[in-house]
């Protein structure tokens, strides 16, 4: 696993604010010394960390190999390694990957970029198709995990190589589109009139423009959208609008 994180230097090396001055304690243990410490800051690259990860999934299937990102934004600086090998190095070179990124992702009132690890942009990576239901050979498997079950058994069906993964009315599973699951579950309540698509991220992100076309298409149904509404920043970073969006989301989809 690999994430993006901080190291503290304190008591390490003192810095003179002054003369800019540097002293390191460990390097005046004794006279006698032979060995001493030296630090310095290397890059901290995710496209480097991601690029390494793809590799060991190449070299060796029987590894659950996990790229952990702090927050969901981090993907951004290892974009390279994303779009030319992770979603289509299978398609160009018959090289299957069974690497997992972990994308933290939900909006927890934090700040913009730090609220989102753009959905939206995985699922317009995807082959998955709009107007036929898609196979187990998707470039990619999307799933957003709402429970730790979930999350176990997403992780477990990756190690044994199941493809295909159980659909709730949650959706947590968006790419392989469960055709078929959500075909089953609405056949239980055939007195149904009216489907919403509820999320939270704004209209132009997550799985609302991936999911709409599809319900349509192949269920025969045009679903009602709530969410937040068009942004082109991630979040809205302003705690009372973050509150209200909130609020906004639950009654437009839990109405009293």
Same mark, same amino acid.
């Given at each position: 696993?690999?994430? =993006?994180?901080?190291?503290?230097?304190?008591?390490?090396?003192?810095?003179?604010?002054?003369?800019?001055?540097?002293?390191?304690?460990?390097?005046?243990?004794?006279?006698?010394?032979?060995?001493? #410490?030296?630090?310095?800051?290397?890059? #901290?690259?995710?496209?480097?960390?991601?690029?390494?990860?793809?590799?060991?999934?190449?070299?060796?299937?029987?590894?659950?190999?996990?790229?952990?990102?702090?927050?969901?934004?981090?993907?951004?600086?290892?974009?390279?390694?994303?779009?030319?090998?992770?979603?289509?190095?299978?398609?160009?070179?018959?090289?299957?990957?069974?690497?997992?990124?972990?994308?933290?992702?939900?909006?927890?009132?934090?700040?913009?970029?730090?609220?989102?690890?753009?959905?939206?942009?995985?699922?317009?990576?995807?082959?998955?198709?709009?107007?036929?239901?898609?196979?187990?050979?998707?470039?990619?498997?999307?799933?957003?995990?709402?429970?730790?079950?979930?999350?176990?058994?997403?992780?477990?069906?990756?190690?044994?190589?199941?493809?295909?993964?159980?659909?709730?009315?949650?959706?947590?599973?968006?790419?392989?589109?469960?055709?078929?699951?959500?075909?089953?579950? #609405?056949?239980?309540?055939?007195?149904?009139?009216?489907?919403?698509?509820?999320?939270?991220?704004? =209209?132009?992100?997550?799985?609302?423009?991936?999911?709409?076309?599809?319900?349509?298409?192949?269920?025969?149904?045009?679903?009602?959208?709530?969410?937040?509404?068009?942004?082109?920043?991630?979040?809205?970073?302003?705690?009372?609008?973050?509150?209200?969006?909130?609020?906004?989301?639950?009654?437009?989809? #839990?109405?009293?």
């Amino acid at each position: 696993m690999c994430g =993006r994180g901080t190291f503290s230097h304190r008591h390490a090396m003192l810095v003179d604010q002054s003369t800019d001055e540097m002293f390191v304690p460990l390097n005046t243990i004794s006279e006698q010394q032979k060995a001493f #410490l030296e630090i310095v800051n290397s890059p #901290l690259s995710e496209e480097a960390c991601l690029g390494f990860e793809y590799g060991m999934s190449v070299e060796n299937p029987n590894h659950l190999i996990i790229w952990e990102a702090q927050f969901g934004d981090f993907f951004n600086g290892a974009q390279i390694i994303i779009d030319t090998f992770i979603s289509s190095g299978e398609a160009k070179w018959l090289m299957q990957s069974d690497l997992v990124m972990l994308l933290p992702h939900g909006y927890d009132g934090a700040g913009p970029e730090h609220s989102s690890c753009r959905l939206e942009r995985f699922l317009q990576l995807t082959d998955s198709k709009e107007d036929a239901p898609d196979g187990d050979s998707v470039n990619m498997h999307i799933v957003n995990p709402t429970t730790p079950a979930q999350y176990f058994h997403s992780l477990r069906q990756q190690v044994t190589m199941r493809r295909v993964l159980v659909a709730h009315c949650a959706c947590q599973s968006l790419c392989p589109f469960p055709y078929e699951f959500i075909r089953q579950e #609405l056949q239980k309540f055939p007195e149904v009139k009216e489907f919403i698509w509820s999320q939270e991220e704004h =209209r132009n992100m997550g799985a609302w423009s991936f999911v709409a076309p599809r319900f349509e298409n192949l269920l025969g149904i045009k679903l009602k959208y709530v969410g937040r509404k068009v942004l082109a920043a991630p979040a809205v970073g302003i705690g009372k609008i973050h509150q209200q969006e909130v609020t906004d989301i639950l009654n437009g989809t #839990l109405p009293k």
